[in-house]
């Protein structure tokens, strides 16, 4: 839809005679090609709906005391970087502001752009400041409180401002709070100033306006992502394999879900439900099902959440282990008992919506999912394309859509944003009171502040820059001081052996959640395994190196040098952990090529079978994320696990 240009920014076009975005060649309504204009990469624009548009006003109405340019005209979000929320305003074709979620005060805040100063300068009522007396290049400087000629009602200190002199017009953010302003040194910052741009004011528009100046563009979308599906159907789906749809109750798997119907009629639907899942998704998706003559078939994920979190610990961005233990498990499950001989599963997958989904094409499989293919048809929509297509059609969309989520998955999912989760407990209360009560828990037992959970800083387990900057300025402590979860304490690093070559030890504390022989089962998968039971060592032998490890947690490893000891120390290490954590998913038995795994209280392994090929641990949730599972001891020297 948008066309990238230069500097990380998107050109999309605006219909001024009425009103809206056009996402096509020209207005279905008018003709117009429309007007160009800019907004942040990557651009994945939608249209501000529901209680989103009371949101927007009401920061405006407080800011500048009304909202007068904005009221009833047709408004898009756009998702920028940020600390946490952070959407461009797009209104009249421009960029009129920005919203984002101030963490530190827990509430929406306005940025104002150069577009919506000059919209809002000849109706606000209270913000303004004039000046005068500075020439030059202005943006970025302060101007001083002497300097001040005009201050338009009252403000605090970090509040946006609309900047005036002689005629231009700019944003501005206030240095000191309004009664101090004239005395000030500093007294406010210019953010732009400039003259009138002529922008016109758009007419007022709404999401109906949208759907009709856009029609000729979602009947050509429509049309190829049919086409494609179709297509597949009669060259690639050799087997007559059934469609079914990966309904998740949110905006994309709907529309993934009418263009699957279009082109095969009937299909079934795959629901997954977490343990998780916001009660309005799941009476969504009962309903929708019930209401088109679906059949649905619902992957369970029980008490899988409960189950596993005392031993791992909040689920975080980097560290999704609730995704394969309440999700891939039961959905492969449920694959292999209702469709044993495989499916074409119809998902909506979109480019735009993540980095790791940026390269998706029509055609994909998921490695953990062997007897599933999955079709991407619209991959290449933006936001606003998916909703132009279910707004055109009518369809029955997640009422949730409508209360402020941009995005609708697991109510406490790390993925989700800190605003979400205010969200979250602004309709839910009761949801986000169980939540927050275990990560007051969570957080007291390891001597961590109560921000950890207020703020929202569970949702990492290696805090990104912004997070450590906002850490920093709030003078947080964010280091345990207590480890009661799984950790390791390095006795001595890769150096050499009285016996010659080098050796490894260390004692590795983790959670007996079974009997210490299937670490002999794990080990096996790496290697020649073998098992003492009498004194609980098991050893691995590999080409370069040895490793034995001991049921009070000790490992020791010897290698001729330095890099495979260790390689040799990581491999058992990670081994170790799989074995006593393993969440019994049975992702590795149904990936295992020579059928080797099976589940019994835990992970076995057939040593008549397995060649130690690896691919097991490449599914391994456990595996995938041993090096944020170990903490280092409190008081230990500092150790890291590098995965195979």
């Known amino acids: ?75 898009f979000l756009n998702k920028i970087p940020g600390e946490d929320r952070a959407d461009e305003i797009v209104a009249h074709g421009a ?87 004239r005395s000030a040194e500093r007294a406010v910052k210019i953010r732009d100033l400039n003259a009138p741009s002529g922008i016109p004011m758009s007419p007022k528009a709404g999401l109906d306006t949208f759907v009709a100046c856009n029609r000729g563009h979602v009947r050509r979308i429509q049309r190829r992502a049919v086409h494609e599906i179709r297509r597949f159907m009669d060259e690639g789906n050799r087997n007559h394999l059934p469609v079914t749809v990966s309904f998740s109750g949110g905006k994309d798997s709907l529309a993934a879900c009418a263009l699957a119907m279009e ?44 189950d596993n979190i005392d031993s791992f610990g909040p689920p975080a961005k980097d560290f999704r282990w609730c995704c394969k233990v309440c ?73 949730l859509y409508d209360r402020d989520f941009e995005r609708i998955g697991c109510y406490l999912c790390p993925a989700c944003l800190e605003s979400e989760w205010a ?32 703020m929202g800083f569970w949702r990492w387990k290696a805090l990104p820059p912004k997070m450590v900057r906002i850490a920093d300025e709030m003078g947080l402590d964010l280091r345990p001081k207590a480890q009661p979860g799984p950790s390791m304490r390095m006795l001595k690093g890769a150096s050499p052996c009285a016996a010659g070559g080098f050796s490894i030890e260390a004692i590795v504390n983790v959670p007996r959640q079974r009997d210490f022989s299937y670490v002999e089962d794990a080990l096996r998968t790496v290697g020649d395994a073998k098992y003492d039971d009498a004194y609980e060592i098991a050893l691995l032998r590999l080409p370069i190196g040895r490793a034995r490890l001991f049921g009070g947690g000790q490992v020791s490893v010897n290698s001729p040098d330095a890099r495979n000891a260790k390689e040799v120390f990581s491999r058992a290490v990670t081994a170790l952990v799989r074995a006593m954590m393993c969440t ?38 456990v595996v995938h994320y041993s090096d944020r599972l170990l903490s280092e001891d409190v008081g230990a020297s500092p150790a890291t696990i590098n995965r195979p």
């Open 263 to 306: 082109a095969c009629g009937n299909v079934d639907l795959i629901n997954i439900d977490t343990g998780l899942e916001f009660p309005e998704t799941l009476e969504y998706v009962d309903r929708f099902a019930r209401m088109n003559g679906l059949r649905l078939h619902r992957a369970v994920g029980g008490t899988g959440f409960s």
């Open 1 to 75: 839809m948008a066309n990238q240009t230069a500097h990380g920014k998107e050109e999309l076009r605006w219909c001024d005679a009425c009103g809206t975005l056009l996402l096509g060649d020209s207005c279905s309504v008018c003709g117009s090609e429309g007007r160009q204009f800019r907004i942040n990469s990557p651009g994945d624009i939608r249209p501000c709906m529901g209680d989103t548009i009371d949101m927007v006003l009401a920061l405006f109405r407080e800011t500048f005391g009304t909202d007068a340019p904005l009221r009833g005209r047709a408004m």
């Open 327 to 399: 999700k891939l498990g039961p959905v492969t499950d449920t694959i292999d008992r209702d469709f044993p001989k495989g499916t074409v599963t119809v998902e909506g997958n979109r480019r735009l919506e993540s980095f790791a989904r940026s390269k998706t094409s029509f055609v994909t499989r998921n490695p953990f999912v062997p007897n599933q293919i999955n079709l991407n048809p619209i991959r290449d929509w933006s936001a606003a394309e998916v909703w132009l297509y279910i707004l055109t059609h009518g369809l029955d969309y997640n009422p």
């Open 95 to 181: 960029v009129v502001a920005v919203m984002r979620y101030d963490i530190r005060r827990a509430r929406m805040v306005l940025e104002l752009r150069q577009h919506g100063a000059e919209m809002f300068a000849p109706v606000a009522k209270r913000s303004i400041v004039r000046f005068a007396g500075m020439s030059g290049h202005l943006k970025g400087k302060v101007v001083p409180g002497a300097n001040v000629t005009e201050v338009v009602g009252t403000f605090s200190e970090g509040d946006p401002l609309i900047l005036l002199k002689g005629g231009k017009a700019g944003p501005g953010v206030a240095l000191c709070d309004s009664g101090s302003l």
């Open 584 to 621: 019994e998913c049975g992702i590795c038995a149904k990936g295992c090529p020579r059928c080797a795994i099976t589940m019994d209280g835990g992970m076995r392994v057939d040593p008549g079978r397995c060649n130690s090929c690896g691919r097991c641990e490449r599914s391994c949730m």
């Open 423 to 454: 969200n979250t407990r602004r309709i839910h209360p009761d949801l986000a009171s169980e939540w927050d009560s275990y990560l007051a828990s969570y957080a007291e037992s390891r001597g961590l502040p109560p921000e950890y959970a207020s």
